[in-house]
């Protein structure tokens, strides 16, 4: 039953209310009445299709946002393309700023992105762009006919477009039918018509910001007009308003002929009937409108709901004959709008705030949690962790591998906590975070191999069983696919508001307190402290001043003299690396080698002292200064280094014998091929190799067999406690005796007392290096030391 037909129906029982009762009433005060239900009934509806229009244009801009910042969400074609069609997206696509090159199509629904944009559709999307935002255009026509409205974005160097198509307008607007002329018109933020009953104004996009309602709409003002409307040719009295931000206008208009048409109606309807007939006209009239009044005000609930975001089924009233049919539509079509938007908000959830990988929460839903808790004052403790040794994981078993571990992982710091994963709760409730949701801990996953964990200030003072827990449970092994792994955990955290008082603050000191544990050895947990930041602060400042120094060449060599024992001539020097720090002066290897190692530096600063150690040297020898032999450190690093064998080449034919010493953190005992070739190809370039630090850390016997070295380097630690029958110098008495049963030479470094050169000579050490004999000293003042030394042997 349509809604003329329902009207028509209603005023002809009304006609039996007494004749002369509705003569009494002055026609002017019937029309009056009707155009104030005019003023609620279109005012209403109007403002129902604008909330309607709201929530699809934030929902357009959400999902067109979330694709440009969410890369995770380009592999999720079909839901993406599902979500896309379900918005109207015609296609979405980034182009190139200044050619209109689409360099990358994000998502396609049913219309492809063209190669190119044409220059002149260029400039005007270009105009159209605000940074940092996402704007729309007004509604325009495609090459192939169809009316779009594009949205875009600018980016760092390119355009992100957006193409959606007019069809929910149109929907929306046809959803809306009343008396005979009575509709709902839709136009863009320029005037332009994106829905009328008339459908070539549609085609056309019909220019109507020359009517008077459609300019205060444009002026964003909403209420009610009286105008003369071209399309049908007499004057309409509307309902308006706009739609908030994007300044579209809906308006729903009635001739004021069908009002006044009513008016005469009721006028000429001057019946007296019986008392019995009016009761029942005016119960059936109150049973009716009851009828007609209920789905408006649910509907308006329910808009009202929505707009709040709350996104349950709405309670509407079911389908009913007694009803017009443009009612029962629209609430056909409104539940059916609620439905999708459900389904959209499901997805983009899961987008949004999920990781894909482990099912918790990703760094962004955090960040809205501790704002959140942080916002409402509750206190708490972030807890960071990194993994350790994942990145074997993944090199050794694929990265495949390494997601499943990273899923058991996120299941495990659930199962510590007692908690559920975000996607096993209802997605709705993602986006509705309380204060109250920080009464339980809260499991997520920043990227990588880093988690965080909200603690809440009631399970505060547990935070170090909860630490220890989860460097437990991750250190049990991880059986995938008949694959065993195990990882371990560093582990940081840091308390809400005694440690920071802003989000931002408070990862930072967490994330200090992760590193310190990882440093001190991992499998470990660390509370940050002020002192920390201090430490740490001090220590990233000497990392980026290695980097400065390497890069402005302020490492140099010293070179420490060598002596032959017993008669103490020089046969030959060592180089060592000192830092001429522009502040703190002349730095020894003890101030800033551990850093060095950390940066994975080592293998850089060696080749630096070979290539500088060697030029110094030469050029002693151009003076006739001659060094018998130089030797250089060799760490693991530049040992494996690809790039180490071509320096090689840069070494042969020298005026002096170079020896690299193996120091002890390379494991010699047990040497793979891609080492012993690297050494191989040492000799072959008529180099030698000496075991540095014999008799501590890595430095072996076994390792003394795998390399044959050309001489044997006794550790300081040893050479300086030794006294005379103590264990020290009987442990160098051996090192001693086994290197001359092998045939090789034996070095003793750190004899920094005459009282050792000459304990060592008595055991009949081959060489000494230490203060007692010569300090480290730069290449001038080696230059003096070795013509002294000269003068005195001849003068002998």
């Known amino acids: 039953m349509k809604l003329r037909y329902f009207l028509l129906t209603l005023f002809l029982f009304l006609s039996m209310t007494p004749l002369l009762l509705f003569q009494a009433w002055p026609h002017s005060e019937v029309l009056e009445g009707e155009l104030d239900e005019v003023h609620e009934r279109h005012l209403l509806l109007a403002r129902n299709l604008a909330a309607a229009l709201e929530r699809y244009y934030r929902d ?29 997206f015609r296609h979405v696509c980034i182009a190139d700023w200044d050619t209109g090159k689409v360099t990358l199509t994000l998502a396609s629904a049913s219309a492809p992105c063209p190669d190119t944009i044409p220059e002149t559709e260029l400039d005007r999307l270009k105009a159209l762009a605000v940074p940092g935002e996402v704007t729309f255009g007004p509604v325009v026509q495609t090459a192939d ?12 160097d390119g355009l992100a477009v957006g193409a959606v198509r007019t069809t929910y307008f149109r929907e929306l607007g046809e959803a809306i039918s009343f008396g005979v002329r009575g509709h709902a018109a839709i136009v863009d933020h320029t005037g332009k018509a994106l829905s009328h009953p008339l459908p070539d104004w549609v085609a056309a996009r019909k220019d109507m910001s020359g009517i008077s309602a459609v300019q205060r709409m444009l002026a964003r003002q909403t209420g009610v007009e009286t105008f003369y409307s071209p399309a049908l040719k007499g004057d309409m009295i509307a309902g308006f308003t706009f739609v908030h ?14 009002l006044q048409q009513k008016a005469d109606i009721a006028r000429r309807s001057g019946v007296i009937v019986l008392a019995i007939g009016v009761a029942s006209a005016l119960a059936l009239a109150l049973l009716v409108s009851l009828r007609v009044v209920r789905p408006i005000e649910q509907i308006s609930r329910a808009s009202s709901r929505i707009a709040g975001g709350e996104f349950g089924l709405p309670d509407l009233q079911g389908s009913s004959r007694l009803l017009p ?77 390494g997601d499943k571990v990273l899923e058991v992982v996120g299941k495990r710091l659930c199962e510590v906590f007692g908690v559920e994963r975000l996607s096993d709760i209802d997605p709705e409730e993602t986006g509705q975070i309380s204060p109250d949701a920080f009464r339980n801990c809260l499991v997520t996953r920043l990227g990588g191999d880093e988690f965080a964990i909200w603690i809440p200030s009631e399970k505060v003072n547990r935070i170090e069983e909860f630490a220890g827990l989860i460097v437990d449970r991750l250190k049990e092994p991880v059986v995938l696919d008949g694959a065993q792994t195990r990882i371990g955990a560093s582990v940081g955290f840091a308390c809400f508001p005694e440690h920071a008082t802003d989000r931002s603050n408070l990862m930072k000191a967490a994330d200090l307190a992760m590193y310190d544990a990882k440093k001190a050895g991992k499998d470990r947990f660390v509370m940050y402290s002020p ?26 060599p010293y070179f420490q003299p060598q002596f032959r024992l017993p008669d103490q001539t020089v046969s030959g020097v060592e180089a060592l690396v000192r830092w001429e720090h522009p502040d703190r002066g002349l730095l020894s290897p003890h101030d800033f080698l551990d850093t060095a190692k950390d940066l994975n530096l080592l293998g850089e600063i060696d080749a630096m002292m070979l290539e500088r150690s060697v030029g ?5 020898g151009e003076q006739g200064i001659n060094v018998p032999a130089l030797a250089v450190n060799l760490s693991e690093e530049r040992l494996t280094s690809p790039e180490f064998p071509d320096a090689l080449k840069l070494v042969r034919d020298l005026p002096f014998e170079l020896r690299f010493e193996l120091v002890e953190t390379i494991a010699l005992d047990n040497l793979d091929a891609h080492v012993a070739g690297v050494l191989d190809q040492i000799r072959a370039a008529g180099c030698l190799l000496d075991l540095d630090d014999f008799g501590m850390a890595n430095a072996s016997v076994m390792g003394l067999m795998n390399i044959e070295p050309s001489h044997i380097k006794i550790d300081r630690n040893l050479v300086s406690g030794i ?44 060489f000494a290096q230490g203060f007692a004999l010569a300090k480290p000293m730069q290449v001038d003042d080696l230059a003096v030391f070795l013509k002294a030394g000269a003068q005195t042997e001849r003068t002998a």
């Open 245 to 258: 931000p994007v300044g579209w206008g809906v308006m729903i208009p009635q001739p004021i002929a069908e």
């Open 325 to 401: 049919v443009e009612f029962n539509e629209l609430s056909r079509r409104f539940r059916e709008m609620v439905l999708r938007l459900r389904e959209n908000l499901s997805t983009i959830n899961a987008l949004a705030y999920q990781d894909l990988v482990t099912g918790l929460g990703n760094r962004t839903y955090l960040h809205q949690q501790l704002d959140n808790a942080i916002g409402a004052g509750q206190s708490g403790a972030l807890m960071l962790i990194d993994l350790d040794g994942f990145k074997a994981v993944n090199d050794v078993h694929g990265h495949d591998v």
């Open 145 to 156: 006919g169809e009316n779009v409205l594009h949205m875009v974005r600018p980016l760092e």
């Open 531 to 556: 002192a920390l930041r201090t430490a740490i602060q001090q220590e990233r400042t000497l990392t980026a001043e290695i980097l400065n120094g390497l890069e402005k060449g302020q490492f140099l």
């Open 60 to 88: 357009l801009v959400t999902t067109f946002d979330l694709l440009l910042d969410t890369p995770e969400a380009w592999s999720e074609t079909k839901s993406m393309v599902r979500v896309l069609d379900n918005l109207s």
């Open 616 to 620: 110094l040297l030469k050029g002693l």
């Open 723 to 766: 006294e005379a029958g103590n264990t020290f110098e009987r442990l160098v008495r051996s090192i001693i005796d086994m290197g001359h049963s092998l045939n090789i030479p034996v070095i003793a470094e750190g004899a920094d007392t005459l009282e050792q050169v000459e304990r060592l000579a008595t055991m009949q050490c081959d």
